[in-house]
């Protein structure tokens, strides 16, 4: 009896002390994996700084770094790096993409830019040589030499414009001249000048008649030398 009571005390004891030491254990891994817990808070806590490091030593490029890590470990302060990179290369991109795009509307507007520049250049020139075969170029040179103010250059390309075959680059050389005296205010001469219009055009009956439609043009030859800043010391 006494032999059972002892034996059937041991086994209680050891069953006791089985207990006790896997509970004791139980305990342990719980903290364990509680401290733990706390070390990967703070570890995602600090994956800024973390990644900013990384990238000191490895480049921007974290990727490759740390990426296998970062799926063992599923957080903390290398899960924190990669979602920095990551991140850091996502605002790259869009700003990569962003410069990109208005890089090439930048390009648009210079190519239409100079597409329009060049058809104003052309079509310029094209009035310019319709200019030239109606009124000959003598006087047309003579024209922009008056808006410029170069009177006596006007009035030698006038003269000029004078002894062409064309009988329309005639009477343009003679309306060049009356404006040209006209705007120096040279009323003796400006009025002969009306009296060979009169003759020479057959548009014109009267010298009245060719006074109007001369000062009408002086006044936009006036006007474009304001537009262009231009002032003449008569």
Known sequence: MN??????????????????????????IATIM?????????GAASGAAIGGFLGLVFGGDLGDVVEGAAIGAGAGAIGGA?????RKKEEERRAQQQREQEQRRIQKEQKQQAAAAQKATKDQQLEEQALIRAIGEDNYRGLVAL??????????????GATASNPDHKLSSLWLKALIANDLKQKDRTAK????????????????????????????VRKERRDRGIACKL
């Not at 990669?82 to 990551?86: G, R, W, Y």
């Not at 003759?199 to 006044?219: F, Y």
């Open 3 to 28: 032999s059972k009571c002892t034996t059937s005390k041991k086994r209680h004891t050891g069953y006791f002390r089985i207990t006790a030491f896997i509970f004791i254990c139980t305990f342990a």
């Open 82 to 86: 990669v979602s920095k990179s990551k």
């Open 147 to 160: 808006v410029d103010c170069e009177h006596k250059r006007a009035e030698a390309l006038a003269n000029a």
């Open 193 to 220: 000048l009306y009296q060979q219009i009169v003759t020479a055009d057959a548009d014109i009956d009267t010298v009245q008649q060719a006074s109007i439609e001369t000062d009408r043009v002086l006044m936009d």
């Open 34 to 42: 509680d401290a733990n817990a706390d070390e990967v808070g703070r």
